[in-house]
T-cell receptor
Framework: AQTVTQSQPEMSVQEAETVTLSCTYD???????LFWYKQPPSRQMILVIR??????QNATENRFSVNFQKAAKSFSLKISDSQLGDAAMYFC????????????FGKGTRLSVIA | ETGVTQTPRHLVMGMTNKKSLKCEQH?????MYWYKQSAKKPLELMFV???????ENNSVPSRFSPECPNSSHLFLHLHTLQPEDSALYLC??????????????FGPGTRLTVL
């Protein structure tokens, strides 16, 4: 079975600085999707970024980028120029490339942004 | 309405009550999910429906009863709940198959308190 591990329950970052959230996963599949979701306090969970495992190039969405290391099964999220609105729970998630399988989530990392 | 909507947003109920949570997705997706999010536990997948058919039931107690009358609507019927069932219940949907991108979209959740 696939598993996702986020080893940092809480992180903090100064406004305008850069922070990296860690995620590792375990799978025997060769192709799959990886995601980072953001859940602000009392607000809806939204997709931040998605990576397809067969693509070697790291995904980027504005200030958010990933460092995808397939051999190491590592998928970290880098947030550059952190803003107060980035404060949230961040969940790393895995999903197979096809089939009726749901998302597999990590336990989440709570990110605080200090003004 | 766009995306995934859930009603009610907040619900307080006694242990002997019967209530229902409603979810509607306006994205034309073919799969819907119920997740439970507790304060001190990771996201728990409860039920999965693909094309209105239940494909997964993660050992959820029978006091939770899902219903999927069509591909756009999902209900969670609640009866004789326990205080430990108090949590945020998230509905989600995805388009599985070609072109779906394996992205799961979430609703805002129903905050349930069982007294």
């Amino acid at each position: 079975a696939q598993t996702v591990t986020q080893s940092q329950p809480e992180m903090s970052v100064q406004e305008a600085e850069t922070v990296t959230l860690s995620c590792t996963y375990d799978t025997s599949e060769s192709d799959y999707y990886l995601f980072w979701y953001k859940q602000p306090p009392s607000r809806q969970m939204i997709l931040v970024i998605r990576q397809e495992a067969y693509k070697q190039q790291n995904a980027t969405e504005n200030r958010f980028s990933v460092n995808f290391q397939k051999a190491a099964k590592s998928f970290s999220l880098k947030i550059s120029d952190s803003q107060l609105g980035d404060a949230a729970m961040y969940f790393c998630a895995y999903r197979t490339i096809s089939g009726n399988t749901p998302l597999v989530f990590g336990k989440g990392t709570r990110l605080s942004v200090i003004a | 309405e766009t995306g995934v909507t859930q009603t009610p947003r907040h619900l307080v109920m006694g242990m002997t009550n019967k209530k229902s949570l409603k979810c509607e997705q306006h994205l034309g997706h073919n799969a819907m999910y119920w997740y439970k999010q507790s304060a001190k536990k990771p996201l728990e997948l409860m039920f999965v429906y693909n094309f209105k058919e239940q494909t997964e039931n993660n050992s959820v107690p029978s006091r939770f009863s899902p219903e999927c009358p069509n591909s756009s609507h999902l209900f969670l019927h609640l009866h004789t709940l326990q205080p430990e069932d108090s949590a945020l219940y998230l509905c989600a949907s995805s388009q599985d198959g070609k072109g779906g991108g394996r992205i799961v979209f979430f609703g805002p959740g129903t905050r349930l308190t069982v007294l």
